[in-house]
T-cell receptor
Framework: QKEVEQDPGPLSVPEGAIVSLNCTYS??????FMWYRQYSRKGPELLMY????GNKEDGRFTAQVDKSSKYISLFIRDSQPSDSATYLC??????????FGTGTRLKVLA | NAGVMQNPRHLVRRRGQEARLRCSPM?????VYWYRQLPEEGLKFMVY????????ESGMPKERFSAEFPKEGPSILRIQQVVRGDSAAYFC???????????FGPGTRLLVL
């Protein structure tokens, strides 16, 4: 079993839709949770960074962590074609090694 | 403030040649991490370095792969005698400290013919 599981998609939604992206993890030691966005043939770009359980909001993006169920989510409101990318979740126990999901490919249709 | 820089962006090598990938961390960052990404796969940790020290190389194959981060200059990931299976995107990330957020460079795409 992978430490971090993520549905690879692809996920296609119409412009303006609310997008929900999810990951599950197995290691209870993970304390920090990140979402990165990666455009085709580019490097990952940090979107959201959360510590422990709870919600964090930044503009159209909301990150949610439920440590009791080992489930992390990223919500994108009013999705735009420019949001089309691969979204990677990453988990971190506080040492230095990030464990990434495989990424979910998102396509927002104009 | 320049981000993490990697060069070359694309590298083509024939089997048996050497590949050298360079990474300059963000200003003020002394921690460097190398990851490999294969198509349809996530980023896999390879090695973690601080200036002049390898902290953890557990994700790096023991044969043919090496990494360094000298006191002066960029971090180097070196792959000797490349094989077709080494074809991948290699990303470097940097952070100011161990528990700090990692910021990624644009990657080097290695193609082995």
């Amino acid at each position: 079993q992978k430490e971090v599981e993520q549905d690879p998609g692809p996920l296609s939604v119409p412009e303006g839709a609310i997008v929900s992206l999810n990951c599950t993890y197995s290691n209870s030691a993970f304390q920090y949770f990140m979402w990165y966005r990666q455009y085709s043939r580019k490097g990952p770009e940090l979107l959201m960074y959360t510590y422990s359980s709870g919600n964090k909001e930044d503009g159209r993006f909301t990150a949610q962590v439920d440590k009791s169920s080992k489930y992390i989510s990223l919500f994108i409101r009013d999705s735009q074609p420019s949001d089309s990318a691969t979204y990677l979740c990453a988990c971190f126990s506080g040492t230095y090694k990030y464990i990434f999901g495989t990424g979910t490919r998102l396509k927002v249709l104009a | 403030n320049a981000g993490v820089m990697q060069n070359p962006r694309h590298l083509v090598r024939r089997r048996g040649q050497e590949a050298r990938l360079r990474c300059s961390p963000m200003k003020g960052h002394s921690h460097v991490y190398w990851y490999r990404q294969l198509p349809e796969e996530g980023l896999k940790f390879m090695v973690y370095l601080q200036k002049e020290n390898i902290i953890d190389e557990s994700g790096m194959p023991k044969e043919r792969f090496s990494a360094e981060f000298p006191k002066e200059g960029p971090s180097i990931l070196r792959i000797q005698q490349v094989v077709r299976g080494d074809s991948a995107a290699y990303f470097c990330a940097s952070s100011p400290g161990t528990k700090e957020t990692q910021y990624f460079g644009p990657g080097t795409r290695l193609l082995v013919l």
